[in-house]
């Protein structure tokens, strides 16, 4: 876009013919009144904030702007200077005036520019006078100027004119912050032209408004636009910070952050940020609104298959880990992982993964690895894991890996949510705690706070078993997961409203022995035990059949871990948790009941036993494990 002449006439407003068809049509009757909204013109603009003193990149952020200002579509875009690097002569000032006209022509809409001081001041020899004002005017368009659009008028000023007296240009000195006469003249006397129009906005590039270097200056302008009586916003920039400086004679005062400028950046809410505003005319007001750039989404970029990918992969997609983090009797490591990971989508995906740890004494090789991962494709890598050697204390955190994930749909990317897993710990070398003098129970708030034993370690052959526990609730909830490994698969033993229920998935489909009345008493010790022989689901409450199921069928397999005192969704994570206390955990091979029995709070480990807590005093982040198999649950709060 290049200006050239701009008429300073006012035009006749456009005619609306009368419509005979009512502005409300339906065939129901209601005594509701819905009110329409106003006929009149209305529209809406954009204004770019400065994009220079920033680095080279921020082309890119303006570039950015321009795709969220293409999706939201107002009529034209506004600048307040700042638009090159400048500080420089004629050869480079073209290349960066180049490069920014060409991103600003991307817009679907026309786009006007003001003059900053990054855009006219010339540094080098052989300086013109006029510096690059010439550049400005041949390049972008007149220094000042005025155009109607609808029933509203656009004033662009211009605040880096020479000292009439010394020809020095500088923003730091009020004695160069005056409008030249020929440009207040030029202001007068096209404001009264304009007098008429619904709405006036001004703009340029030094917030003059707001004095200290700026000087006075700006009160006999201000007076000029008061006394018109339509003028209704200013808009500035130069101090990249967006700040608002109320209304003051009807006339609003806007200063904006940066489109690429430099900036803090620190503190968005308090205007440090790249943003642009968005300028909203109705008839008899104004709304403005400010968008951090890059938030804007295209409505039309999210389809179905985006919409149901991304879904799918936040919910299913999560790295393979290969090997074995063994930590030796002073809990140090040298071992390694293979990590891999496969896209199931039909989109790229820009990934990631990168080793976590809480405990400094982990260290990782590589720290991080980045790449972009094709559509079907799969990726391998080795990390190395090694852990100073110091002995067990209460500072003892394992590690985890972390994996961030975009997708790179077509015209939008999707930051997927951060997934974290554990890495395979083995803790072998764990001395069993000693037999305490009073009973321990493990004490629970939730389900951030239960315990678990990844399937790898828990390798439960198919057919007949007998899951069991105590429990002591402080209140039963709606759904209450107990010892849980469920997920359209597996087992788990649930006690919704104090009703104990046990499920098994055989062949396809639950089955599940469910009690029909309470059971179970707040804030009582109660044992809960689920056995499946091979033909019959059957759940125990305090030694007696409480209910039972006929079923048989091959056990469907997961991959999720178990969890004791809680449920776990379909992304392996802990929900519904128990608050209250839990103790004697037992997982065994074979129907360990078929008759009443009386329930040990202490039960022993035999060869059937693949899971015995006794939930005596934490060893680290560990539940010890009594059965032969070594395996320990991994507390997730600690």
């Known amino acids: 876009m290049l200006l050239t002449a701009l008429p300073l006439l006012l035009c ?146 211009y605040s880096d004119e020479a000292n009439p007296q010394t020809g020095e240009r500088n923003f730091n000195k009020a004695e160069c912050q005056t409008m030249s006469p020929e440009q207040f003249f030029w202001l007068k006397k096209t404001l009264q032209q304009t007098k008429e129009a619904e709405n006036v906005f001004v703009f340029l590039h030094h917030p003059r408004w707001l004095g200290g270097n700026y000087g006075d200056d700006w009160k006999r302008v201000h007076k000029e636009l008061a006394d018109v009586g339509n003028v209704k916003a200013v808009f500035a920039g130069h101090i990249h910070q967006m700040k608002y400086s109320g209304k003051t ?43 951090p750039v890059g938030t ?14 991304c879904r799918q992969l936040a919910d299913q997609m999560r790295p393979n880990l290969k090997g074995l983090l063994e930590l030796d009797a002073n809990m140090g490591c040298k071992s390694e992982l293979s990590i891999s990971l496969t896209n199931p989508s039909s989109r790229p995906l820009d990934i990631t993964l990168s080793g976590l740890a809480n405990d400094p004494r982990w260290y990782f090789a590589p720290d991080h690895h980045h790449f972009q991962l094709a559509a079907g494709e799969t990726t391998e890598f080795k990390m190395q894991v090694r852990r100073w050697a110091e002995p067990l204390d209460r500072a003892l955190r394992l590690p985890q890996l972390r994996m961030q994930a975009d997708y790179l749909g077509e015209g939008v990317r999707v930051p997927l949510p951060v997934r974290t897993m554990p890495m395979p710990v083995s803790a072998q070398h764990l001395t069993p705690p000693p037999t305490p003098v009073t009973e321990q129970a493990f004490a629970m708030r939730g389900a951030k706070q239960a315990a678990m034993i990844p399937a790898r370690d828990l390798a439960l052959p198919d057919g007949p078993f007998t899951l069991e526990g105590w429990v002591n609730a402080d209140r039963f909830a709606d759904r209450q997961g107990f010892l849980c490994k469920t997920e359209s698969s597996e087992y788990g033993i649930f006690l919704n409203k104090g009703m104990p229920e046990f499920s098994v998935y055989l062949d396809g489909k ?62 392996g994570q802990a929900v519904d948790g128990i608050y209250g206390q839990l103790d004697g955990v037992r997982l065994s091979t074979g129907a360990r009941y078929s008759d009443e029995f009386t329930p040990l709070r202490r039960p022993e ?34």
């Open 12 to 157: 006749q407003q456009p005619h609306h013919p009368h419509h005979e068809t009512p502005r409300l049509l339906t065939d129901r009757e209601s005594p509701v009144t819905l009110e329409l909204t106003d006929e009149a013109d209305s529209f809406s603009f954009a204004v770019f904030g400065d994009r220079t003193g920033g680095p080279p990149e921020g082309v890119k952020v303006l570039a950015d702007a321009v795709r969220d200002v293409n999706i939201i579509g107002p009529d034209l875009v506004m600048t307040v200077g700042d638009l090159v690097q400048g500080y420089n002569q004629t050869p480079a000032w073209m290349v960066q005036a180049v490069e920014f006209k060409g991103i600003m022509d991307g817009l679907d809409m026309p786009w006007f520019p003001v003059a900053g001081n990054h855009d006219i001041y010339w540094r080098g020899g052989e300086q013109p006078a006029a510096e690059h004002e010439g550049n400005f005017e041949a390049f972008f368009g007149p220094l000042w100027y005025a155009f109607r659009h609808k029933n509203s008028w656009f004033y662009v000023l």
């Open 249 to 291: 004679d009807g006339m609003e005062y806007f200063a904006l952050a940066t489109v690429g400028g430099a900036n803090f950046g620190d503190m968005p809410e308090a205007g440090f940020l790249h943003q642009f505003d968005l300028v909203t005319v109705r008839k008899g007001e104004i709304s403005v609104a400010s968008f």
């Open 296 to 309: 804007v989404d295209d409505v039309r970029a999210v389809t179905v298959e985006v919409s149901r990918e």
């Open 510 to 571: 639950y089955v599940s022995a469910k009690t029909t009345r309470a059971w179970l008493k707040p804030k009582q010790w109660h044992h809960v035990a689920g056995v499946f022989d091979g033909q019959e689901v059957r759940v125990y409450v305090d030694g007696k059949l409480a209910a039972e199921a006929s079923g048989s069928g091959k056990r469907k397999l997961n991959t999720f871990p178990l969890y004791i005192g809680a449920d776990v969704n379909n992304r």
């Open 605 to 638: 480990a035999d060869a059937n036993t693949l899971l015995l807590l006794h939930m005596d005093p934490m060893i680290g982040p560990w539940l010890y494990n009594f059965a032969p198999n070594g395996v320990h649950p991994l507390k997730l709060a600690h």
